[in-house]
């Protein structure tokens, strides 16, 4: 398997790393200040500034899979890797080249289950980076893991239909510039077949009856501007049109898009991971304990050579994912996309611990990246699938395939 960068690929990298290091680093500070000093639900005022200057290099939807035609740069989901890695050196980075999720995941949603209309209404402004989006289906009241257990509710009503329900940790739910999410119910909750009682229908976040009710933390941290929302739906009524695909679909829709969009997280998650390799090592030259650099201390040169193998073979793992998804579609790469999701986010927790411990105290602090990104890999051991339904299938897919040897 050949994961030599093309001459393509090659070039965006190399374009994406001089970005990075002319527009996002220096501004990582400025960043973090203006989401504290303003209202922390609006965007970063040199995010909009970073975005221009993304646009106009020509770094801009590299995530869409080149199968959605005029909306797609042409990458494939391998091609994509590479760029996601860097980009996720720093959590808010993706949005700057609007690569972000939960919007990517909602616009290939969008491009692949979407009608005309609701594409020319929702999917060319998110493409365009004019609005933020949601993805509303995790529920406080059931384990959400079996998509299959949400209670809210959408009853058709003549021409709408009628949402109750509530949901929570809905990211990207408390940015104000978020116009649209796409929430996941059950039209038809008695029905014999469990996966067809779910649908999915597009509401505008202003719509009567949706009630942003708190954001909610990750070990403590808001992630403003995007956020994490608990959200109440009270008799919220959106007309029929706005059903995607049809009903009893939305277990469909929700397999297909959280299979591209756990990839997408997990090569995000071996750039944070490899920044904090880089970091240790920094830190490592030049901290002074004992009388000796700390990289002279054994323990320590064990978790820099522990963690640079344990990246390496996160990235391998990924790479290998994605290429499966580029020749046969997610559901071909089930199991290796169960595999990087179980593996990825586990290496980064690990890896960012070990940069921590070395950066003593600091490293819990606000002063460097790390006590928020480590809070950020621990909580996508939960997100897209906890990794106890991963082992849970993947274990039962390999057991069933070697029955059939």
Not at 33 to 57: C, M, N, S, T, Y
Not at 328 to 345: E, F, N, R, S, W
């Amino acid at each position: 398997m050949d994961f030599e960068y093309s001459p393509k690929v090659q070039e965006l990298r190399e374009r994406l790393i001089a970005f990075m290091d002319a527009h996002i680093y220096p501004n990582e500070l400025l960043w973090t200040q203006q989401v504290d000093a303003g209202d922390r639900w609006e965007p970063a005022e040199i995010l909009g500034e970073l975005k221009g200057r993304a646009r106009e290099a020509g770094l801009w939807n590299l995530f869409l899979p080149k199968e959605y035609g005029d909306f797609s740069p042409g990458l494939t989901t391998l091609e994509y890797a590479p760029l996601a890695e860097i980009m996720g050196r720093v959590m808010w980075a993706p949005e700057v080249f609007n690569c972000n999720a939960p919007d990517t995941g909602n616009m290939e949603v969008l491009a692949r289950y979407g009608n005309p209309a609701q594409q020319e209404q929702w999917l060319r402004p998110l493409l365009n980076g004019e609005i933020r989006s949601a993805f509303s289906m995790t529920e406080p009241g059931v384990a959400s893991s079996d998509a299959t257990n949400v209670e809210t509710s959408i009853v058709r009503d003549g021409d709408d239909y009628v949402i109750n329900g509530r949901k929570w940790y809905i990211s990207g739910a408390c940015n104000k510039h978020t116009k649209i999410m796409i929430v996941m119910g059950k039209t038809d909750p008695d029905g014999d077949n469990r996966y067809l009682q779910q649908s999915m229908v597009l509401v505008p976040m202003d719509t009567a009856g949706v009630e942003v009710v708190r954001p909610m933390k990750l070990y403590g941290f808001d992630d403003a501007p995007e956020g994490h929302a608990e959200i109440t739906y009270e008799n919220v009524r959106v007309p029929v049109s706005n059903l995607l695909k049809g009903e009893g679909s939305g277990f469909e829709i929700a397999q297909g898009r959280l299979g591209p969009g756990r990839i997408h997280h997990c090569m995000r998650l071996v750039g944070l991971a490899q920044r904090a390799l880089e970091a240790m090592c920094e830190r490592a030259e030049t901290r002074i304990a004992f009388g000796r650099p700390l990289s002279k201390q054994q323990s320590v040169r064990e978790d820099i050579a522990r963690s640079a193998c344990e990246i390496e073979q996160a990235r391998l793992l990924t790479l290998k994912a994605a290429a499966r998804i580029d020749e046969g579609g997610p559901k071909a790469a089930k199991d290796l996309i169960a595999m990087i999701k179980i593996v990825a986010p586990s290496m980064a927790c690990t890896v960012l611990d070990r940069a921590i411990q070395i950066h003593g105290a600091g490293g819990v602090s606000q002063d460097f990246f790390l006590a928020h990104a480590y809070a950020g890999a621990r909580s996508l051991r939960l997100a897209d699938g906890p990794d106890q339904v991963h082992m849970m299938q993947l274990g039962r897919n390999l057991a069933a395939a070697t029955l059939k040897l």
